[in-house]
């Protein structure tokens, strides 16, 4: 939680979760990036579905790179079989370009500690849309992160929070973070309403990957985070103007201020003494931000 906002450098605003006509996308790759580029983003992540039908594509998008934008290489790996028996779904942010495909009998757990080992960032994703239970959370060991939003998932059948689930693994002990992402096919308006702030030295492939991995962003829909500090027993939050600043832990645990136009909160930490909570922001519009969750000592 405290991390981003005490390390050097900037934010820089991208999208981990997208998709092209390399799987089941409507745009191009180049013009998936384009889009990003003229919506005004930093960077972006094609994770196209490595599957057999599309010829498991870890998609190249070092040809659409400019002096503004960089990409992330990735895809959206799958595997058998979640405890509802279907095909796993995860993120896999970093990926070597010669990722190899599943080997037959390589399940979705263990292609994700494959896919880890081999540099990537891991996220779990849109658990809330195929029904994940905390088994499956138990079960994919190599997650760094949970998909606390999914703006696809929310579009189009109103599946898109994974902060249950989320919430629900860090209370068993699993320190995951958190990241907000489009999870973008170009269908239905599904793009630009989930992205992460990265804090990174420069906008590269490099030192983004560096910063996911050392938990230097927060997730948002709109709202921005300004400064989280601890002062003691306290967390003081300082973020645009919004209706609600909160903390949130284990069970029923929360500090918060709400109001008109917040733009600073001091909050209690008591609560969740020996635990863990994260911040969140609620604007007038509904909109959220998310940042990683703190782990406090006994």
Known sequence: MLDPFSAPGRFW??????????????????????????????????????????????????????????????????????????????????LPLDFAPPAEGETGPALSRRAADAGAFVA??????????????????????????????????????????????????????AVAVDDSHWKNGDAF??????????????????????GRFYASQGPEFHDIAREGDEIVIRSSPVEAIMLVGPVSQSSRQHGRNLTRARLDLSPFAGTWCRAVLVDAMGRRAWSNPLWLAP
Not at 54 to 82: C, K, N, Q, V, W
Not at 145 to 174: I, K, Q, W
Request: hydrophobic share 35%; with cysteine; glycine share 10%.
């Open 193 to 214: 309403g989930g992205w992460v702030m990265v804090k990174a030295d420069e906008n590269t492939p490099e030192a983004l990957l560096a910063a996911l991995h050392a």
């Open 13 to 94: 605003r991208g999208n981990l979760h997208g998709h092209s006509s390399a799987s089941d996308g409507r745009k191009t790759p180049a013009e998936a990036c384009q889009a990003y580029i003229d919506a005004g983003y930093d960077f972006t992540c094609l994770s196209d579905h490595f599957r057999e039908i599309y010829s498991y594509p870890i998609t190249d998008t070092r040809p659409f790179r400019t002096d503004g934008f960089t990409t992330l290489i990735g895809a959206e790996l799958h595997g058998p079989a979640t405890s509802r028996g279907v095909d796993w779904h995860v993120l896999a942010v970093g």
């Open 124 to 177: 779990i994703a849109h658990p809330h849309w195929y029904q994940l239970q905390p088994q499956d959370g138990a079960d994919l060991d190599a997650a760094h992160a949970v998909e606390v939003y999914n703006h696809t998932s929310a579009v189009h059948c109103d599946r898109g929070d994974g902060a249950v689930f989320l919430d629900a693994m860090l209370s068993e002990g699993r320190r995951l973070m």
